[in-house]
């Protein structure tokens, strides 16, 4: 199992940005795929980006192409979110997820980890 620790989201104005960070502890060699997903009140989770360790692959939901940027850090196992060009619809609790699949796989089953949450609130 791995352990997953986000930071804090936060409030920001629409057209803003903010950075979510999410640091990966105990068994991380089994993931090799590092994601974020989020989930709006009413709504399902959704999946956002995914990058793997090793190659930096990575991949975008439509929506938040040209806008979010996922990035990892790998000395220190922390995978990052960068939010750039903010929207009320943004507004949502993020989740870092890990996994042993390419980051093709963006279903919730392709991951077996999961972070807590933060909520990350867009004021328009």
């Known amino acids: 199992q791995v352990q997953l620790v986000e930071s804090e989201g936060g409030l920001v104005q629409a057209g803003g940005s903010l950075r979510l960070s999410c640091a990966a502890s105990?068994?991380?060699?089994?993931?090799?795929?590092m994601g974020w997903f989020r989930q709006a009140p009413g709504k399902e989770r959704e999946f956002v980006a995914a990058?793997?360790?090793?190659?930096?692959?990575?991949n975008y939901a439509d929506s938040v192409k040209g806008r979010f940027t996922i990035s990892t850090y790998n000395a220190a196992n922390t995978v990052y979110l960068e939010m750039n060009s903010l929207k009320p619809e943004d507004s949502a609790v993020y989740y870092c997820?890990?996994?042993?699949?390419?980051?093709?796989?963006?279903?919730?089953?392709?991951?077996?980890?999961w972070g807590q949450g933060t909520q990350v609130t867009v004021s328009s």
């Open positions: 105990g068994r991380t060699f089994s993931s090799y795929t």
């Open positions: 997820a890990a996994g042993p699949y390419f980051p093709s796989r963006v279903d919730e089953a392709a991951f077996h980890s």
């Open positions: 990058m793997s360790w090793i190659g930096s692959t990575t």
